[in-house]
T-cell receptor, first 113, second 115 residues
Framework: AQSVTQPDIHITVSEGASLELRCNYSYGATPYLFWYVQSPGQGLQLLLK??????LVQGIKGFEAEFKRSQSSFNLRKPSVHWSDAAEYFCAVGEGGYQKVTFGTGTKLQVIP | DTGVSQNPRHKITKRGQNVTFRCDPI?????LYWYRQTLGQGPEFLTY????????KSRLLSDRFSAERPKGSFSTLEIQRTEQGDSAMYLC?????????????FGEGSWLTVV
């Protein structure tokens, strides 16, 4: 069965600093990978997705992620964090045929001035 | 494209009562999903519809839970004889055909509190 691990439950960064959120997945075939962001009490917004091709994918709000098959990782990065980026971030893997998506437990990002 | 709409957004109910949530997917999206999210956790898959057919149900969907999508458009999720453990946010999502992209779009969620 597919699974996603986000080892960092909570991360605090200073505004303007760089950010990297870690994600490791377990899936037998070529995965579909996603990063979603969720503000308190809100639904999920897709930041970016990887299906195939270039392993470095660009998303909205200045985020990018790199797929590394050898490490089973799909880490999310942003070069300079803004206070509005404070939210919870979920990595997810899609099953072949894309019939359901399995989420990690999330990483809560706090941004300090 | 008005997005995925869920109603009600918040529901407080007494233990043992029945509740129903409605989801209106993005127009022409034939695939619809229900997820449940508890505090501090990621969303967990509950069930999946393709058009009106319910093609997969998670073991999390006990016999007190039933989901329908009678005409392949909106969907309802009913919880009978609610328990305090049912308190969670119930998320609906939809997706179009492959040619329209493989992105799943989520609604804002319906919060359920069982007291």
């Amino acid at each position: 069965a597919q699974s996603v691990t986000q080892p960092d439950i909570h991360i605090t960064v200073s505004e303007g600093a760089s950010l990297e959120l870690r994600c490791n997945y377990s899936y037998g075939a070529t995965p579909y990978l996603f990063w979603y962001v969720q503000s308190p009490g809100q639904g999920l917004q897709l930041l970016l997705k990887y299906f195939s091709g270039d392993t470095l994918v660009q998303g909205i709000k200045g985020f990018e992620a790199e797929f590394k098959r050898s490490q089973s990782s799909f880490n999310l990065r942003k070069p300079s964090v803004h206070w509005s980026d404070a939210a919870e971030y979920f990595c997810a893997v899609g099953e072949g045929g894309y019939q359901k998506v399995t989420f990690g437990t999330g990483t809560k990002l706090q941004v300090i001035p | 494209d008005t997005g995925v709409s869920q109603n009600p957004r918040h529901k407080i109910t007494k233990r043992g009562q029945n509740v129903t949530f409605r989801c209106d997917p993005i127009s022409e999206h034939n695939r619809l999903y229900w997820y449940r999210q508890t505090l501090g956790q990621g969303p967990e898959f509950l069930t999946y519809f393709q058009n009106e057919a319910q093609l997969e149900k998670s073991r999390l969907l006990s016999d007190r839970f039933s989901a329908e999508r009678p005409k392949g458009s909106f969907s309802t999720l009913e919880i009978q004889r609610t328990e305090q453990g049912d308190s969670a946010m119930y998320l609906c999502a939809s997706r179009g055909t492959f040619n329209s992209g493989n992105t799943i779009y989520f609604g804002e969620g319906s919060w359920l509190t069982v007291v």
